[in-house]
């Protein structure tokens, strides 16, 4: 079974309360590979070959990050616009057919994406289902997380944490 590849991007995960956490949950499972982007590509200058490589031993993708003004922290961004556009070229397709979901947590609580305004989290993250599709991956269900900033307490992230894990090992490939 190829391993699931955790692509984390939070600009600052020693500050983060709950994506530092559901990295540490995940990092307790066998078989999945936490691969922190702004550890990784501290300059913002991503080496294309290298992630193609790397998503070509990989069975499920997750893009676990925390949601910034409805979308994600600017590295994700140029990584999928560089890495998706690759692999979407690529002759090997490196991205279809894998199983890719995305993991968001947000500040704001979940009453403001239950759709009474009009917005949802599927719709804030249409333009990563959009992606996957296109690139011709198996789209997962989102996992996320409501209400971190400020008042979330501890036992709701870890709690959640551990369902963020229960949702990885659901989704891996087979």
Known sequence: MKKT????AHP?????RAN???KEEAEKLS???IYNIYEKYPDGKIDVEKELKLLSETGTLILQFPLYWFSCPSLLKEWIDTVFIAAYYDEDKVLKGKKIGVAVTAGGIASRYDGTSGL???NVLAPFSLSINYVEGIELPIYSLFGVMPDLSE???VESAKKY???I???LQD
Not at 12 to 16: G, L, Q
């Open 12 to 16: 600052n995960m020693e500050n983060s």
């Open 5 to 8: 590849l955790i692509v984390v």
């Open 165 to 167: 894990v229960e949702y």
């Open 155 to 157: 036992e709701k992230i």
């Open 169 to 171: 090992e659901n989704n």
């Open 31 to 33: 078989n999945v590979e």
């Open 20 to 22: 530092k956490i559901f």
């Open 120 to 122: 949802t989290i599927k």
